[in-house]
């Protein structure tokens, strides 16, 4: 096995189990004559032969449908108003003595989300002889982000190539596309954006929309609208224009145009999503006009085909110069309420730039008026890339379950990106996809768990983590408890490990220039301050950290009083944000009683330990693990082992320059010099 039928493998359950199942489970009957009742019905029988194979004669029946398609649903007057436009109500009944599964929903694709519910029930081994079971996503817009560009690189990819064949489309569809869309409706996500946010014009011209179209054709069975990057100067690239200022008539004509010209080719395409003024690339600011002037523009020309603008909050260009972690609040909020209501803003979990940990960002809570959503990377940019296993599904969690105390207590993260808090239109979760054309989509056979935890957690914020890691592993390995128990242990402390050794205690942004990858503690000088590592570390004879508090940057002003309060207060602080918040003495005493520097070293080498120990768990489970995945997880364990020891070291070594410091009893010395850390080089890092 090489991991490419991620958790939908559908393996025969042991005889025992597959007998039981097989008393409940019927024949599927026949379904209404439309694309995706018909893959809903394909996939299901699919599923069961695969899962409890094919002879399944114990008188039963599955009936799936909705009650407009079908007579037989509609009669069972099921309650359905609660299942919306995506969800599903499963339901098992006897119908003349047999057993009768009733799989429905108001719309087709309810159906098959039903449909991938019922066969996750049987992969993790759960009864389904007595179910009555209403779901529905809480977020409208559950987006795939792809940093994909024309040329098939991927921006921070680490799993091969775009599997979107640009070149060959839009006449060769490559099989993959429909594994794609299967794979996503399994999990719910309902949208794609194509190409990187760095985007080039290219992507609107006529023959990358056929292309595009082609895509959507593929997806439409399976619930997924297709999105597209827009550049904001594409009227002056493509359109002949002079200018793109958003209010000049002729640009909103060309974006008119080219909203009219899309729709006509895709009519259900999803919208735009736009990166302006950030990181070099043009935006309305260009034109002294602001964010809202540029995303309502485009939002007027896709606003008529019910389409959406997705603008993201990640910006720096104008120089901020005390805090770059203040510069997405300081632009934003005071547009609060100015945005269209087909605008989504996008905003990055936390106000840096997806570290291994940052307090979530200060503009969820802060802006009531205006449709926020959630973006996240699942490409694994700043915690190792593939090789490392980091289950990211806790630091969602973490960040979602994190309460803003926008409107009292209970006002958590989650609660405003499902839009309950202020009553938002749309709803948004975007996750920067970490999929390539690697034989196991994500690089590594453990990154498949973040594409499906991303799923799970854009379809609820509120679930849990742990439980969507044992699902996964349940039906990407084996539901077996002996397996289960260990390797999803091993998952929940997975990052938490990572944190440890790369950047404990709120420390953040030391990676290597640019590629990211490996430590840059030292990293100094060069284009701007805030790419590099000593703006963040803030080291020196004296301490360490940042201080965002009313004596530093006072960046907690961001917050809502009790959380900047929390975040001010040394003894109220949680210890995993210490140094993100607070500038401090090498011998502040911590709460294990240990001097700051100490608890430092500490942290890197229990970091490292934690990399033992999946090590051991992984080795241990091999009994439950085919030969090629188990031996492909032990070689990328054994690299990140000796990269762990590697951040530890080095990050030891460099902090040590700077304090002089002894290093605590027990704790061995950096092997190398510093000057060897700093002069290992990656000039050909992938996804840069
Ligand atoms: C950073 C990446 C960069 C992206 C940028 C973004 O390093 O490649 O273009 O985010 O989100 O994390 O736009």
Redesign the pocket.
Known sequence: ENGHDLWLRYRPAAAGEAAAYRASVGVVAPVADTPTLKVARAELEQGLAGLLGERRDGGGQILLGTPGSSPRIAALKLPLDAAGDEGFRIRTLTDGGRPLTVIAANTDIGVLHGVYRYLALIQTRQAIDRLDLLDAPKVRYRLLNH?DNLDRSV??GYSGQSIWDWWRLPDVKDPRYLDYARANASIGINGAVLN???AKSDSLTAPYIAKAAALAGTFRPYGIKVYLSARFSSPIEIGGLKTADPLDPAVRAFWKAKADEIYKAIPDFGGFLV?AN??G?PGPQDYGRTHADGANMLAQAVGPHGGIVMW?A?VYSHEQPDDRAKQGYSEFKPFDGQFAENVIVQV?NGAI??QPREPFHPLFGAMPKTNLGM?F?ITK??LGFSTHLAYLGTMWEEVLKADTFAAGQGSTVAKVVDGKLHGYSRTLMAG?ANIGTDRNWSGSQFDQANWYAFGRLAWDPEASSEAIARDWAAMTFTPDRRFTGPAVKMMMGSREAVVDYMTPMGLHHLMGRSH?YGPGPWVAGGERADWTSVYYHKADKAGIGFDRTASGSNAVAQYAPPVAAAFSDLSKIDEKDLLWFHHLPWDYRTRSGRPLWDELVNRYSRGVKAVDGMQATWADLSPYVDAERHGEVATYLAIQRREAQWWRDASIAYFQSINGLPLPKGEAPPPLSLEAYEAMAFPYAPG?
């Open positions: 940093w921006e921070r990187n946010v760095n990166k950030s990181e690339q993201r990640f990055k730039d997806f973006e990377q940019e700043y920067v990211h840069i």
